[in-house]
Every structure is written in structure tokens, then in C-alpha cells.
């Protein structure tokens, strides 16, 4: 069965602390994608999310609350199953409830760019004018982005961080058109899009 192997990918580079870090993401993800495939479900992806230092509290069903230790990650599992399309969340604070998807747009761009997502991965910021010392680079970007994507056959990742998609006047990135174009990108912007369109419509709750 496949796993999901965010170990010295994404996750695990964060800090870990009691029950809401990184480890127990990552457990809760890989639990539900392993509950999926033993249902017969072959075609999903995840989506991890996360910015360094962002902590966020939320209060629980049961009135309890929860606070995302060192650095709050944000995830979100999509899946075909029996002809529909579902997407949960899973974050430091646990599962959601899946809500099926009325528009096919994510799963069909994802379906029409596979075979770019497997093979051609965004690239680094790179500059004809290159910094000169520690203190050149004034802007800090923290956050970054990983995929791993389960077919029926194989499993394949990607990832990119946020300055790969900056560009400096001053030392300006020769992939910033690229980075900026890719479908990965661009299936971002359609994940983020709907998690908020799910959250503005209270579709999107937790589990407990």
C-alpha cells in the first residue's frame, strides 16, 4: 500500500511539540489516505501548506481549544470516489468533514496537467545579478507548499517555496514567468480558492 512520505519532505522540518505538530499531521494524513485505498479509492491528492512561525488557536466542537504548536499547517486531502469528488481538511488541530464537490475543475485541471506535474518541477530563484551578502536579501519568505499525488499505479510529489514565485527588481528572477505559470501553481490558487469559498459558506467543519 502506498504511504504518504512527507518525512524530510515538508512536514517534519518543523519543530515537534506535544500532540498538535507536524508528526501528528502527518499521522492523521496518512491514516485517511491509507482509509481511502482500503476502500478502493486510487485517485487522490494532498496538499500541505505551512508558514514558519504562523500559530493559530481555534476552539473545538466540544468547547475546547486548540492551539497549532510552533507552526500551523494546513492541509487538504481531494479524491474521486464512486464518480464524485470529495475534499477534507486536516490540520494541527484535526480531521474535517469531507464535502463532496459540486465543479469537477479541480480534479479535471489535475487530471489534464499530470503529466507535467510528475515531470517538471518549478525552479529556483535564479539572478544574472546575484546577492552579495547576507544583508542584500532583506524580504524573509517562510512559507511553502508540497503535493504528493496517489494514481492507481504510482505515487509522485512536488513542492516549491514562496521565493520562487518573488522577483527582485534589483536581482530579478530569470524563473519568475515560469514559476508563476506552472499548473502547480495554478492548482494552488484553485485548492486555496475553494477551502475559502467552503469556509466563507460554513461548509467546511470539523470532524470532533
Do not use: W
Given at each position: 500500500m502506498k504511504?504518504?512520505?512527507?518525512?524530510?519532505?515538508?512536514?517534519?522540518?518543523?519543530?515537534s511539540f506535544a500532540q498538535n505538530d507536524a508528526q501528528y499531521v502527518e499521522g492523521l494524513l496518512r491514516d485517511y489516505v491509507e482509509g481511502l485505498q482500503a476502500d478502493g479509492v486510487t485517485e487522490?491528492?494532498?496538499?500541505?501548506?505551512?508558514?514558519e512561525g504562523n500559530v493559530q488557536r481555534f476552539m473545538l466542537r466540544d468547547g475546547s481549544w486548540c492551539t497549532s504548536n510552533g507552526t500551523y499547517i494546513d492541509t487538504?486531502?481531494?479524491?474521486?470516489?464512486?464518480?464524485?469528488l470529495y475534499l477534507t481538511k486536516i490540520d494541527?488541530?484535526?480531521?474535517?468533514?469531507?464535502?463532496?464537490l459540486e465543479d469537477p475543475k479541480i480534479f479535471a485541471f489535475y487530471k489534464e496537467h499530470e503529466q507535467t506535474l510528475k515531470t517538471e518541477r518549478l525552479k529556483d530563484y535564479d539572478t544574472d545579478v546575484p546577492y552579495t551578502d547576507?544583508?542584500?536579501?532583506?524580504?524573509?519568505?517562510?512559507c511553502r507548499w508540497a503535493y504528493v499525488f496517489f494514481t492507481g499505479t504510482e505515487t509522485f510529489n512536488?513542492?516549491?517555496?514562496?521565493?520562487?514565485?518573488t522577483n527582485?527588481?534589483?536581482?530579478?528572477?530569470?524563473?519568475?514567468?515560469?514559476?508563476?505559470?506552472?499548473?502547480?501553481?495554478?492548482?494552488?490558487?484553485?485548492v486555496?480558492?475553494?477551502?475559502?469559498?467552503?469556509?466563507?459558506?460554513?461548509?467546511?467543519n470539523r470532524k470532533y
Open positions: 504511504r504518504l512520505l512527507f518525512i524530510g519532505f515538508f512536514l517534519l522540518s518543523v519543530t487522490i491528492f494532498v496538499r500541505a501548506h505551512k508558514c487538504a486531502v481531494v479524491y474521486a470516489k464512486d464518480e464524485q494541527n488541530c484535526g480531521l474535517f468533514k469531507a464535502v463532496r547576507t544583508k542584500s536579501r532583506t524580504a524573509v519568505y517562510n512536488s513542492r516549491y517555496d514562496e521565493i520562487q514565485l527582485d527588481m534589483e536581482h530579478p528572477n530569470k524563473n519568475y514567468d515560469y514559476n508563476n505559470n506552472h499548473p502547480l501553481v495554478a492548482l494552488e490558487a484553485m486555496d480558492a475553494t477551502l475559502k469559498d467552503l469556509e466563507s459558506k460554513g461548509k467546511l
